[in-house]
Nanobody
């Protein structure tokens, strides 16, 4: 089983920034689209952003793309989520996930391998 390991979460004040990293143990990482999801207490897991296998096609969920940027480095088997101007409502566990090989997934059901998550807490 390919492992996805997230890092970079933590506690930050409102207005601050964090950069999340997800690294895959799989040898075929560059063939799959990837995504970042988040789940706040009492809420459903939602898509933050996803990116195609080549990195050329990003997709953003309901989070404002002017604050969040997804990217990937296939040479490092990693994807990233740069989060700026963080708000308390961004507080959640952030999960990395991998999906298929065509296009880019836009729904939770299109991703089938998940990391353990990293906590992001934004204080007001």
């Amino acid at each position: 089983q390919v492992r996805l390991v997230e890092s970079g979460g933590g506690l930050v004040q409102a207005g601050g920034s964090l950069r999340l990293t997800c690294t895959s143990s799989g040898p075929t990482f560059s063939q799959y689209y990837m995504g970042w999801f988040r789940q706040a207490p009492g809420k459903e897991r939602e898509l933050v952003a996803a990116i195609s296998a080549t990195g050329l096609t990003p997709f953003y969920g309901n989070t404002p793309k002017e604050r969040f940027t997804i990217s990937r480095d296939n040479s490092k088997n990693s994807i990233y989520l740069q989060m700026n101007s963080l708000k308390p409502e961004d507080t959640a566990v952030y999960y990395c996930a991998s999906g298929g090989t065509w296009g880019v997934g836009t729904r939770r059901g299109e991703f089938d391998n998940w990391g353990q998550g990293t906590q992001v807490t934004v204080s007001s």
